[in-house]
């Protein structure tokens, strides 16, 4: 069977590595906000180029504290909107509604199922105070037409990186493109921990020290407390993980790349639509490569009987959950919609081999 991710075989080619990064921490006898946080929050921000890089408990908890951080600042208040794309994964909305911020979704492209932005300008109002851009599957959502809507209206930029560590446009990492971003280093992401970790990145000196303070109860000194903060501190013991792993990042997202031309080059089903390669490869680290089907249940089904998992990302899109029936209530995206009964997510990693890779081709052929 080909693993949709084999988490445990890519971590296994930096055991020893792993291992002794892990032992170094406990020898310290420094758990929490030590020395990896530390130098993990430099590193990390020096391969993004950006000032700043905080470390957190995870993604989600990166994009409210990033929120939580512009209302602070006085830049965000209650029943302000925030414009995000309908397809997306919901820790972009919930970011924005646990902060009492209404979440405003745009449908997406079908070239690129990133929001889009001709659609964009339609939807902001006298509260549309930002946008939560989504780099979703690794590729960069930002063009010129985004670029002029966000400096027309003044909106503050959120980048949801969490899916594209490493992308590049115009010589500029994804991450240090916006006012702010966030970051996920869930196991399964293509720079990822041994759990939940996540992070900031900004330029903004102000934005970073009031969410560092934000992330440790609102506290810049012990036992005083500048804000209503809460605990979203990385541990020292994955930090020390993702130093091991982040100077690898770019020989694997080069993996990925890699898998990603042979997929599309070699896939010639008519039955099955394929993502395109941007004319800058670099702009796409291709955390999932998605294809579209019309028969995705025949294709999974047929998929999982010739040994290959695949996943669905996702299913169910935001403004039909349950949880957020009453906030979109009504509301119809049919580009997202119809995405999401025909996307289906194949096996791409670092670590599949080039025999898996010509079995997964071989079989969409004959489906």
């Not at 445990?8 to 310290?28: F, H």
């Not at 196991?187 to 903004?204: E, F, R, S, V």
């Not at 979203?232 to 013991?237: F, K, V």
């Not at 047929?302 to 996943?311: K, W």
């Amino acid at each position: 069977m080909i693993k949709f991710l084999d988490i445990k075989k890519i971590n296994d080619r930096q055991e020893k590595e792993i291992s002794q990064a892990i032992q170094r921490v406990l020898d310290s006898g420094w758990y929490v906000l030590g020395n990896e946080v530390a130098s993990f929050e430099r590193e990390f921000a020096e391969f993004h180029g950006v000032k700043y890089a905080l470390a957190t408990s995870n993604g989600l908890d990166a994009l409210k504290i990033i929120i939580r951080a512009y209302i602070e600042k006085g830049i965000f208040q209650e029943g302000d909107e925030i414009l995000v794309p309908a397809n997306t994964f919901i820790a972009s909305v919930l970011a924005i509604s646990d902060a009492k911020l209404k979440p405003v979704l745009v449908d997406i492209s079908e070239k690129d199922y990133l929001i889009d932005s001709s659609k964009i300008e339609a939807k902001i109002s006298s509260k549309t105070k930002g946008i939560m851009n989504v780099h979703l599957y690794g590729q960069i959502s930002y063009n010129e037409k985004l670029d002029q809507i966000i400096q027309k209206h003044q909106l503050i930029h959120i980048e949801d990186n969490a899916q594209a560590i490493g992308a590049n446009l115009n010589g500029k990492k994804s991450g240090n493109i916006g006012h702010a971003a966030a970051v996920s280093f869930y196991p399964g992401k293509n720079l990822g921990a041994l759990g939940d970790a996540g992070a900031i990145l900004t330029n903004d000196e102000a934005l970073y020290r009031i969410g560092k303070s934000l992330a440790n109860y609102g506290s810049e000194k012990k036992y005083s407390h500048d804000y209503q903060g809460f605990n979203n501190r990385m541990d020292e013991i994955q930090a020390a993980v993702l130093r091991v792993k982040l100077p690898k990042i770019n020989q694997d997202n080069q993996k990925r790349q890699a898998i990603a031309k042979k997929f599309v080059e070699g896939i010639s089903n008519p039955k099955i639509e394929l993502p395109k390669i941007p004319t800058d490869p670099s702009k796409h680290v291709w955390h999932l490569f998605v294809v579209r089907c019309k028969e995705r249940q025949k294709l999974q089904e047929y998929l999982q009987e010739n040994g290959i998992q695949s996943l669905i990302h996702y299913p169910i899109p935001v403004h039909q959950q349950k949880s957020y029936q009453s906030l979109f209530e009504g509301e119809k995206y049919p580009i997202t919609e119809q995405l999401s009964e025909e996307i289906l997510s194949i096996p791409i990693s670092p670590v599949l081999e080039d025999s898996e890779v010509e079995k997964i081709i071989n079989a969409l052929n004959k489906f």
